[in-house]
């Protein structure tokens, strides 16, 4: 039927005019705006909210520790979680509009959140860390059965594209281009 046929083309970012019983009707896409869930409130975080939110992103900060995870800490964030990782993930349900960038402070947490983000359907997971340290990560979760082959295809690990960033600035632009990128290309 005809509004089913607009209704896809909704789905697809296309506004439409339907006509039912004469009446003529505008139907235009609601396009989520894109969440990006940062783990870990350290220094790397600091430009990511910053330069998330100037690139339209809506910003939730988790870290295990109110030192990091604060509104004076990160103002620009919509929202921020002092909260162990584990809590979080019961209490809330990630978004397929969800960009989860995992830089805690030490890889048994990175390895935590992302068993835990693994089980969403977020667009997006990243996580930061050498080869070896993302090897050990993955074999953890492997060997214990609770994460497969397939599903850490998903993880963009080491996270960002590859422009020999080293600052946390240079870190942040480079985590936020293949956001983007990933982003850019995703249908919801």
């Known amino acids: 039927n005809l509004v089913l046929e607009h209704i896809k083309s909704i789905r697809e970012e296309e506004p439409g005019v339907v006509f039912i019983r004469d009446t003529e009707i505008y139907l235009a896409p609601i396009i989520p705006t894109p969440v990006l ?4 409130g350290g220094h790397i975080s600091l430009p990511l909210v910053r330069m998330g939110k100037m690139v339209g992103f809506r910003i939730v900060v988790v870290d295990d520790r109110e030192l990091y995870a604060n509104k004076n800490r990160f103002p620009e964030a919509d929202e921020v979680y002092a909260l162990d ?25 990175d390895e935590l959140v992302l068993e835990k983000a693994l089980k969403t359907e977020a667009a997006y997971i990243g996580m930061i860390g050498s080869k070896r340290k993302v090897k050990f990560t993955y074999d953890n979760l492997l060997a214990r059965g609770t994460i497969t082959q ?30 983007i990128q990933v982003k850019e290309s995703k249908q919801y």
């Open 150 to 179: 397939d599903a850490l295809a998903r993880v963009h690990s080491p996270i960002g594209l590859d422009i020999k960033a080293e600052t946390p600035e240079e870190i942040a632009i480079s985590i936020l281009a293949e956001v």
């Open 37 to 40: 869930y940062i783990f870990g």
């Open 85 to 109: 990782f584990e809590t979080f993930f019961e209490k809330f349900k990630l978004p397929p509009f969800a960009y989860v960038i995992i830089v805690t402070r030490g890889h048994q947490y």
